[in-house]
């Protein structure tokens, strides 16, 4: 390695790789360094173990979760859209990392503790995009229903990590893979901005496809 800058990324990346292809608890200190063909004790000076790397991770998606929710402005759609725009691409970039956080996040670690209240944020801020519009009368049901509907705007972001469909990727051109991933992005920030104007009757399906 050129420098400690270089063997630390490369210890990571290498971790990332066999963490997504086989899992975190999987995954041996022992199998990182054999890999990344260094010793056993750089693993544990860059990292200090197997979890300073889960950290070093999950410190990178929270930095890229607040980043967007400082980003996001509810009465600014078209600031608010470039930011999520941004976010998905992040996602698209990192998708063997995100496939770890939330492969190992359902296991119940303290590590996700700050992963989840910033999910929870993103929903709340969600939540309040959709109904910037609002200009009914009858909001009988609107939290039930916004929290479903938020739950659901969460699911077309991260499901795709979560249920890990990355493998139907191994199929398709960089170019098909890369028009299917714009096409999916959009897509969402369609589905996002018709749902802004849900109780405005401005809500027509026909630009989200």
Aim: a neutral charge; charged letters at 25%.
């Amino acid at each position: 390695m050129a420098n400690d800058k270089d063997a630390k990324t490369h210890i990571l990346d290498t971790s990332i790789m066999l963490f997504s292809d086989h899992g975190y608890k999987e995954t041996s200190i022992r199998e990182i360094s054999r890999v990344a063909g260094v010793n056993v004790s750089m693993v544990s000076y860059y990292f200090g173990g197997k979890g300073g790397i889960l950290e070093n991770i999950i410190k990178n998606f929270i930095k890229a979760l607040t980043l967007l929710l400082s980003q996001i402005e509810v009465t600014n759609l078209p600031a608010t859209m470039n930011a999520l725009k941004k976010f998905l691409e992040y996602l698209e970039d990192n998708r063997p990392q995100i496939k770890i956080i939330f492969s190992e996040m359902k296991k119940g670690s303290d590590y996700f503790i700050p992963v989840k209240e910033k999910i929870v944020e993103l929903e709340n801020k969600l939540g309040k995009l959709v109904l910037r519009n609002n200009k009914s009368d009858n909001n009988l049901g609107i939290p039930q229903k916004l929290k479903i509907m938020t739950d659901i705007i969460l699911e077309m972001f991260f499901s795709d990590y979560i249920l890990d469909f990355s493998s139907f990727n191994d199929t398709i051109t960089k170019e098909e893979k890369s028009f299917w991933q714009e096409e999916r992005i959009q897509m969402i920030l369609n589905i996002i901005k018709q749902l802004s104007g849900l109780n405005s009757r401005k809500l027509t399906f026909e630009s989200i496809f």
